[in-house]
Structures are given as C-alpha cells and as structure tokens.
T-cell receptor, first 114, second 114 residues
C-alpha cells in the first residue's frame, strides 16, 4: 500500500524554465509534507516543507503547494538550473507520536538541460 | 554544526552474518531515524529512537534492531543477513520535539550481502 506516490519517474526541462514535480498521498492523517533532493551516493538533502494548515510555502526558487482536498502537493522550481538535476522525493509525516517517521514517494528524476 | 555522520560508508558481508551500522546525529538532536533504500522498494522507514527509546517502528522483520545511547548516537544491527538486505542504509536526525518533522540525513552506509 503506497501511501505517497510520485507518478512521474522522470522530468526533463530547459534551464531557466519552471520545473513542477507532483506528489499524491492517500493517508488523511498526514499533516506535514517535505521535499528532499538526492544525488547519487549521498543522503537526501532537505529542501522545503509545508504544514497542512497552509497551502503554500516559498523559499527562494522553491515553492511548495498543498491541496488538501485533492491530497496533492507539488514543488515548483523557478528558474531551473542545471545543478538542480537530481532525484526529488516527497515525504509525509502524521505528526504526534509518528513524529520521527517519514513516508516517502518513489522519487522523480529531474534533468535540467543547459 | 557538523552534519549527520555514518560509519562505515561501505560494507561487504556474507549471507548469514550480522552487521552493525553506526550513526552520529547533529549536535542537540535527540531523534534518530533509520531508513533502507533499495531500487525496488525506495526509501522505507525502519525505526526511530528518541531519548534512548524506540518511538516508532516500520514493517521490517525482527532481524533488524537498533538502539540509542545517552549521547543520542545510534546503532542498527541486522542479524542473519540475507541477499535482499543489500541496500543503502540511511540515518537521519531531528530535534525530536516541536516544530516540523524535518529530518537531516547522513551519507548512508552501502551494505552488500554476497
């Protein structure tokens, strides 16, 4: 039972354009969502997060949008840069006693072409 | 602050053996979570320790165990290794209380079982 799904295994965009990565979830108990970036042979790097009480959070070039009714979140990267090429994972947490447990999607490989 | 460190970085073991992996969290962080990453299953939660107590546990067999010490350092142990245990094992630390659920990952230990 995959509770967090990233349906696009890969995404290719041109440098300077917008990258939009999508994520869907099924568990209504999730109340905190995170995006991580991962390079090969390294651990995931935290990018940005959003609480379920918000619908948008921005940090520089990164914006995360949350649509609770659709159980959908997305990460927008504007403008995209070649250094953004990596695997992107969305993750969710149910809070409370599940504070330390993240449920991850399968990841989306982003390639930004110069 | 120094990041999360994991030792060893690479390990080769034989089926049936046991292995112990170590994780040192970011200074001040009291929660340590462990994850297994494989090509087929993605990133899966193993367990989380907070203040020397296991607070959350994933769906892994009892061969996978862990502990946390008073300085928040954590170890995980896998007994009777199977070929399917070959994976990247990641540990992540977080403050453990308050705020969001952001976790900060180490570089991982690549375990190969032959």
């Amino acid at each position: 039972d995959q509770q967090v799904k990233q349906n696009s295994p890969s995404l290719s965009v041109q440098e300077g354009r917008i990258s939009i990565l999508n994520c869907d979830y099924t568990n209504s108990m999730f109340d905190y969502f995170l995006w991580y970036k991962k390079y090969p042979a390294e651990g995931p790097t935290f990018l940005i997060s959003i609480s379920s009480i918000k619908d948008k959070n921005e940090d520089g070039r990164f914006t995360v949008f949350l649509n609770k009714s659709a159980k959908h979140l997305s990460l927008h990267i504007v403008p995209s840069q070649p250094g953004d090429s990596a695997v992107y994972f969305c993750a969710a947490n149910a809070g409370g006693t599940s504070y330390g447990k993240l449920t991850f999607g399968q990841g989306t490989i982003l390639t930004v072409h110069p | 602050k120094a990041g999360v460190t994991q030792t060893p970085r690479y390990l080769i073991k034989t089926r049936g053996q046991q292995v112990t992996l170590s994780c040192s969290p970011i200074s001040g962080h009291r929660s340590v979570s462990w994850y297994q990453q494989t090509p087929g299953q993605g990133l899966q939660f193993l367990f989380e320790y907070f203040s020397e107590t296991q607070r959350n546990k994933g769906n892994f067999p009892g061969r996978f165990s862990g502990r946390q010490f008073s300085n928040s350092r954590s170890e995980m142990n896998v007994s009777t290794l199977e070929l399917g245990d070959s994976a990247l094992y990641l540990c992540a630390s977080s403050p453990g209380v308050g705020g969001g659920s952001e976790q900060y990952f180490g570089p991982g230990t690549r375990l190969t079982v032959t």
